[in-house]
C-alpha cells in the first residue's frame, strides 16, 4: 500500500526500517539480508529472483549471468555497481537469511535446512550463522522457542 500510494522508494526504507529480528543476539543486524538487495535493472532482479528460487542448487556467476541475459564479467561488475556486493556475497546472504527462517520456524531438521538452502553440509551453515549472527542454528532455533 505504502509503494502504490508513495513510491518504491519510501516503501523499502519502511520496510528496512520494520524488520526486527525475534530476538537478536549481540553484533546482530536489525535489517534483513532479504531487504538489502535493491538493484536498479530487471536483470540484476531476475538473477537475484533466480537464486532466490534455486538457493538449493550451485549458484556461479555463470548460472546467474545466463539469468541476468548478461556475460559473467558484465554481470559481476554490474551486480557489484548496483547492490554494492558480490554475487557469492549475496548468495551467502540469502542462504543465511532463508536458513534463518527456517530454523527459526523449527518444523525441519538443521541437515534438512542446510541442504534445502544450498550450504553443503551443517558445518558450513553453523559457521555462517556464528560469523553472521553470533550464534549457531541451534542457538537461533532455542532463541525463537524462548528456552535461553
Do not use: W
Not at 519502511?14 to 532479504?34: E, K, N, P
Request: hydrophobic fraction near 35%; glycine fraction near 6%; proline fraction near 4%.
Amino acid at each position: 500500500m505504502v509503494e502504490k500510494d508513495a513510491g518504491k522508494e519510501l516503501a523499502r526504507s519502511i520496510a528496512r526500517d520494520l524488520v526486527l529480528y525475534h530476538r537478536r543476539a549481540g553484533g546482530q543486524t536489525q535489517h534483513s539480508a532479504l531487504l538489502e538487495l535493491e538493484p536498479k535493472s530487471d536483470r540484476i532482479q531476475s538473477a537475484l529472483d533466480y537464486a532466490r528460487r534455486n538457493l538449493h542448487t550451485p549458484l556461479t556467476v555463470e548460472r546467474l549471468a545466463e539469468a541476468a541475459r548478461l556475460s559473467p564479467r558484465q554481470f559481476h561488475r554490474a551486480f557489484q555497481e548496483e547492490t554494492g556486493q558480490s554475487p557469492a556475497k549475496a548468495v551467502e546472504n540469502l542462504r543465511i537469511e532463508t536458513a534463518r527462517l527456517m530454523v527459526e520456524d523449527g518444523r525441519h531438521p538443521l541437515a534438512t535446512i542446510a541442504r534445502e538452502v544450498g550450504f553443503s553440509d551443517c558445518d558450513r551453515m553453523r559457521r555462517a550463522f556464528i560469523r553472521r549472527f553470533g550464534q549457531s542454528p541451534r542457538g537461533i532455533r532455542r532463541d525463537a522457542r524462548g528456552l535461553t
